[in-house]
């Protein structure tokens, strides 16, 4: 089945310094490629995501970055803000199947 | 609309008691999964299903049943409760076609003791 690594796992950054998550998977066949933001006791909120069709979305300070052929996307965070302090996951979605990533906690400071 | 409705939100077993959590959803999905959330860990597929009437064993489906017996509804049952099943618990549905989004429950906080 398919398998997604992502790094880091914490990540400290500056209040409006920039983010970078990273992610691999293993299967060349997913084609869906979501984004999720999850407070503590929420359940994961979709912020982005990308098809395997296109190289790069972007949507306000959020970006997605997917190379097909490394089998790797990332994503990008921009003038971050206290309240982008959060866990985010990356996913691959194959067949209507969605494996996860291990999450990144971002921690954002003022 | 409600989207994704799970029942309940909160529950304590005992080691060997059974429960079940329900998911409702009124999009008219035809795909519906169960995760599982161990903290500091991403969500693990249960179970999951393509439609109604049908069932699948995801990543992690041991001591766990499903059933989906209406479209709307996709039951996960514990028959015999341990502590290693102590998560939280989403479930998600999607849809057919160019429906790529995935809408998540608000999930069931389970504790087994």
């Known amino acids: 089945g398919e398998n997604v690594e992502q790094h880091p796992s914490t990540l400290s950054v500056q209040e409006g310094d920039s983010a970078v998550i990273k992610c691999t998977y293993s299967d060349s066949a997913s084609n869906y490629f979501p984004w999720y933001k999850q407070e503590l006791g929420k359940r994961p909120q979709l912020i982005i995501d990308i098809r395997s069709n296109v190289g790069e979305k972007k949507d306000q300070r959020i970006a997605v970055t997917l190379n097909k052929t490394a089998k790797h996307f990332s994503l990008h965070i921009t003038e971050t803000q206290p309240e982008d302090s959060a866990v985010y996951f990356c996913a691959a979605s194959k067949s209507n199947m969605l494996t996860f990533g291990g999450g990144t906690r971002l921690m954002v400071k003022p | 609309n409600a989207g994704v409705t799970q029942t309940p939100k909160f529950r304590v077993l005992k080691t060997g008691q059974s429960m079940t959590l329900l998911c409702a959803q009124d999009?008219?999905?035809?795909?519906m999964y169960w995760y599982r959330q161990d903290p500091g860990m991403g969500l693990r597929l249960i179970h999951y299903?393509?439609?109604?009437?049908?069932?699948a064993k995801g990543e992690v489906p041991d001591g766990y049943n499903v059933s989906r017996l209406k479209k709307q509804n996709f039951l996960l049952g514990l028959e015999s409760a341990a502590p290693s099943q102590t998560s939280v618990y989403f479930c998600?549905?999607?849809?057919?076609?160019?429906?790529?989004?995935?809408?998540f429950g608000s999930g069931t906080r389970l504790t087994v003791v």
């Open positions: 299903s393509v439609g109604e009437g049908t069932t």
């Open positions: 998600a549905s999607k849809g057919t076609g160019g429906q790529f989004g995935y809408t």
């Open positions: 999009m008219n999905h035809e795909y």
